[in-house]
């Protein structure tokens, strides 16, 4: 699975919990650890693209590319979902809503992530 499309369900989430409001930074950053808590918990990564080391953070260079007009704002989604598309965002939600309150310890991992040269992969 591409990364673009786990970030289309992560947004359109937004459609089902009215409370969640998610900016391009905070985007990628669930991406970042959607990636590790799948990676953990079944061995296999969720999606193929690869994580690159930034400035600010971890990012997927296709996610950034699609949703980098949206800069600092958040990212509404207009579109209705489809059954299929509500049970599958229902199920990564749930399992992976539980890292927005993470996102605050990346602020932390910052030290960490500038000793990566920029543009590396980050494993």
Request: hydrophobic share 40%; with cysteine; aromatic share 12%.
């Amino acid at each position: 699975m591409k990364a673009l499309e786990i970030a289309k369900r992560i947004l359109n989430y937004q459609l089902l919990d009215y409370t969640l409001e998610i900016s391009h930074l905070k985007l990628q950053k669930l991406l970042f650890y959607c990636q590790a808590y799948h990676l953990s918990i079944s061995g296999e990564p969720l999606f193929e693209d690869d994580i690159l080391a930034w400035d600010y953070g971890p990012v997927v260079r296709s996610v950034y590319e699609n949703y980098k007009k949206h800069d600092s704002s958040i990212i509404s989604v207009k579109k209705e979902l489809k059954s299929e598309d509500i049970s599958a965002t229902s199920n990564l939600a749930n399992h992976y809503s539980k890292t927005t309150y993470l996102l605050g310890i990346t602020d932390q991992l910052y030290a960490a992530f500038m000793k990566i040269i920029r543009n590396t992969i980050v494993p």
